[in-house]
Antibody, heavy 122, light 109 residues
Framework: QVTLRESGPALVKPTQTLTLTCTFSGFSLSTSGMCVSWIRQPPGKALEWLARIDWDDDKYYSTSLKTRLTISKDTSKNQVVLTMTNMDPVDTATYYC??????????????WGQGTLVTVSS | SSELTQDPAVSVALGQTVRITCQGDSLRSYYASWYQQKPGQAPVLVIYGKNNRPSGIPDRFSGSSSGNTASLTITGAQAEDEADYYCNSRDSSGNHHYVFGTGTKVTVL
């Protein structure tokens, strides 16, 4: 079955770089149409789409955060890594990764990890 | 700020029908997908494409679209449908960037 798990630091200091890893099983990111997305949710607030990496290594970023984000994949390890630079307390959120499928109707996130809470504080 | 706008909250009597809407320019060209999120849990995909339900999603959930508005309808709402609902689609730039809607809290009375 498909599973995804986010891992990374629970606490980062302002101005530091956050590195999160999504480790998945049950699918291959080298299969056509397979993608992985990152999404975050500040406490009590709405979901925010951050980035996506596609099977062909195309990468897409949130327009408002693209200067701070980098997404990459290691297909052999079944991992996707997201880095976010210059962290600020407003970046405190639960960060999710999700398997994303592309078909003729577009992209949709069909399996999600349980999320990891990242707090930005000095 | 999100380019997909949803009503902050709606309520529905048990067993009745509720429609949740999502408005945005990109919806004139692209489908929305819909996600249900209960407190303390990860979101769950409930509708994608024109009107497709993943395996395990009850058929009381349906999707539709007209103009710049996508809708999620729950026909015969159950107590377990009380949750936050988010739409997701491409942003209005026409590229492959995606955005989530502002979210709708559904209360089942």
């Amino acid at each position: 079955q498909v599973t995804l798990r986010e891992s990374g630091p629970a606490l980062v200091k302002p101005t530091q770089t956050l590195t999160l890893t999504c480790t998945f099983s049950g699918f291959s990111l080298s299969t056509s149409g397979m993608c992985v997305s990152w999404i975050r949710q500040p406490p009590g607030k709405a979901l925010e789409w951050l980035a996506r990496i596609d099977w062909d290594d195309d990468k897409y970023y949130s327009t408002s955060l693209k200067t701070r984000l980098t997404i990459s994949k290691d297909t052999s390890k079944n991992q996707v890594v997201l880095t976010m630079t210059n962290m600020d307390p407003v970046d405190t959120a639960t960060y999710y990764c999700a398997r994303t499928l592309r078909d003729s109707s577009g992209y949709y996130l069909d399996y999600w990890g349980q999320g990891t809470l990242v707090t930005v504080s000095s | 700020s999100s380019e997909l706008t949803q009503d902050p909250a709606v309520s529905v009597a048990l067993g009745q029908t509720v429609r949740i809407t999502c408005q945005g320019d990109s919806l004139r060209s692209y489908y929305a997908s819909w996600y249900q999120q209960k407190p303390g849990q990860a979101p769950v995909l409930v509708i994608y494409g024109k009107n497709n339900r993943p395996s395990g999603i009850p058929d009381r959930f349906s999707g539709s679209s007209s103009g710049n508005t996508a809708s999620l309808t729950i026909t015969g709402a159950q107590a377990e449908d009380e949750a936050d609902y988010y739409c997701n689609s491409r942003d209005s730039s026409g590229n492959h960037h995606y955005v989530f809607g502002t979210g709708t809290k559904v209360t089942v009375l």
